[in-house]
């Protein structure tokens, strides 16, 4: 079974950084595509960044020049470094990612990390 594993949320004060993990397990071949996404209390769940197998990266406008999105194919691990946090950044962070594997493809989510940025 396919899982997906997030860590490095926390507390942190506006203008600062965290970087979060997305690390996998199970049977995979390889990793399609990547993806982070966030939920804040009483809101939808957002697209934050997604990167491709190839590497591109699309970025939601309110991160874009503030998140980084990058992953480890050796690893088959993902990241997302937060830099410049805003208090409007706070949420639950899920990890998303397309696995391949043996005679399967499966679209995987992390059970998510929560990130709270403070005034």
């Known amino acids: 079974q396919v899982q997906l594993v997030e860590s490095g949320g926390g507390l942190v004060q506006a203008g600062g950084s965290l970087r979060l993990s997305c690390a996998t397990s199970g049977s995979i071949f390889s990793i399609n595509y990547m993806g982070w996404y966030r939920q804040a209390p009483g809101k939808q769940r957002d697209l934050v960044a997604t990167i491709t197998s190839g590497g591109s990266t699309n970025y939601a406008n309110s991160v874009k020049g503030r998140f980084t999105i990058s992953r480890d194919n050796a690893k088959n691990t993902g990241y997302l470094q937060m830099n410049s946090l805003k208090p409007e950044d706070t949420a639950v962070y899920y990890c998303?990612?397309?696995?391949?594997?043996?005679?399967?493809?499966?679209?995987?989510w992390g059970q998510g990390t929560q990130v709270t940025v403070s005034s």
């Open positions: 998303n990612a397309g696995i391949i594997g043996p005679g399967y493809e499966y679209d995987a």
